[in-house]
Structure formats: structure tokens, C-alpha cells
């Protein structure tokens, strides 16, 4: 509406400048007069002239902005992969209880519905996770190393927390650096895995390498870390190093949040 308003008293505007002006040379005559004229032609040119020099440069600027964020690899592959949100009955809730394990019926819909995409023809891949990237969602959790003495009292590591499913990396393209991906054995049955991605490796670990080290959040399971993979950006930059937060995925068939 503002913008309506403006373009329409501009439009009005401009156009009754050019009345009045003829209007005001018809009665008047003179040297005086022309010479006026002249003054604020020249004017109104230079002014136009500015302020499309203006425009101009925000342009080239914006487009430079543009191109340069073209170039930067989001760490992931986004051509040919279509996602989907799902939003489970209320049954599938287990009456909203939080944790690995309680979430078994959604487990196995899970897999109902995959094997049902993966036939389809066409389909290379699919894979489940709570946070795709750059969707402006996020989890995070304080995290403790075993091994390392607890932190002082109010003071805590906390990672950015992503509950994946099996073949995500494969299906969305984060490459893998070291390590594996997560597998349909990797289960609430089973042993609990994590994989980290090459900031929290670097921060936490430094050169030591974290396979085979385990962590725990706030369930107090330990969690063996079994891959590495590349740095994504989630929210649009990597992670800063001054605060230790980072990027972490979690083979987790359930998410309180339901599956996307």
C-alpha cells in the first residue's frame, strides 16, 4: 500500500510539473524567464543523472553479493533432491515422551514409508532427518566428552543436535571424510553412534582422531562416535569457534518433533 501511494503522488506529481510549467511561460515572457527554465532543467538532468548512478552501483554491488554467494559451497548437494514434511497422527506421540526407544511404532513407519519411496522409479535415494539445512530449525544440547572432567557449575559445551536417518549423507550429498554413515542396524536396539563433522572434530579433538571416543547428552547414554563428514551451512554461516558450537548428526530413528 505504501508503495502504491508513492508511485501514484509521483506519477501525479511529475505530471502536473510539466502543466504548470507551460502555463507559467505562457503569461510570463522574457529573458529572465528562459534562463530560469534552464537552471532548473539543468538541475532536474543532474539530479536524474545522480540518482541513476546511484541505482547503478547498488545494482552491480547487489549483483556482485549474489555471484559471490553462488560460489560458496553450501556442503551439501541440493540439485535433484525433493523434500517433504510429515506430521504424524497423535498415536505415533507415545503420549509425547522424549527418548530413544519410546518412538518404536514411528521406527517402523519410518521404514514402511521408505521402502515404499526407494521403489519408485526414478528414486536414487531417501533418508529421514528432523532439520533439513538451511530451513531455519535447529536443536542443540550440552555435550560431555568421556574422559574429560565435568565443567565448572553454569558453564557447558554445547552442540547444534540433527537426528538423521540411514543413508542421509548419501541421499543429500554431505560428503563423508572419515569414518561411516549411519546404517539400518544403527537402531534403538543396537549400540547408539553419532557422526560429528569436521569443526567439532577439530575443536573438540584437535589432531586426535574421535572415532571410537563416546559422548553423552542429557539421556546420560553414551554415544560412540563412528564418522565424520563435511561442515554444512545450516543457518547460512559455519559455526564460530569462540562459542563451541558445531554441527552434529544423530542416527535417530524418532524425534519428539516428528520425522520430515
Request: a positive charge.
Amino acid at each position: 500500500m505504501f508503495t502504491a501511494v508513492v508511485a501514484l503522488s509521483t506519477g501525479i506529481m511529475f505530471g502536473l510539473a510539466p502543466l504548470f510549467h507551460a502555463r507559467g511561460s505562457m503569461r510570463q515572457s522574457g529573458r529572465g524567464v528562459i534562463a530560469g527554465s534552464s537552471r532548473l532543467r539543468g538541475a532536474l538532468v543532474v539530479g536524474q543523472v545522480a540518482i541513476a548512478l546511484v541505482l547503478l552501483t547498488g545494482a552491480g554491488l547487489m549483483a556482485k553479493s549474489l555471484w559471490m554467494l553462488l560460489e560458496v559451497p553450501p556442503g551439501f548437494r541440493p540439485e535433484s533432491v525433493l523434500s517433504a514434511r510429515l506430521s504424524l497422527p497423535p498415536q505415533y506421540t507415545n503420549g509425547y515422551k522424549f527418548g530413544t526407544g519410546h518412538h518404536r511404532e514411528i521406527s517402523a513407519f519410518q521404514q514402511r514409508l521408505l521402502d515404499r519411496v526407494r521403489a519408485i522409479p526414478g528414486v536414487e535415494s531417501a533418508a529421514f532427518t528432523a532439520y533439513l539445512p538451511l530451513s531455519g530449525a535447529d536443536n542443540s544440547w550440552s555435550l560431555l566428552v568421556e574422559g574429560r572432567p565435568p565443567k565448572p557449575p553454569g558453564e557447558f559445551d554445547v552442540v547444534n543436535y540433527r537426528p538423521v536417518g540411514a543413508g542421509y549423507f548419501e541421499t543429500i550429498g554431505i560428503p563423508l571424510k572419515r569414518g561411516r554413515g549411519f546404517t539400518t542396524t544403527d537402531n534403538e536396539d543396537g549400540a547408539l553412534v553419532i557422526a560429528v563433522n569436521e569443526s567439532m572434530a577439530r575443536i573438540f579433538w584437535g589432531s586426535m582422531d574421535p572415532i571410537g571416543h563416546r559422548v553423552s547428552f542429557s539421556e546420560d547414554k553414551w554415544r560412540t562416535v563412528v564418522g565424520i563428514v563435511g561442515d554444512v551451512h545450516h543457518l547460512g554461516s559455519m559455526p564460530k569457534l569462540p562459542r563451541r558450537c558445531t554441527s552434529l548428526m544423530h542416527r535417530c530413528p524418532t524425534s519428539r518433533r516428528g520425522p520430515q
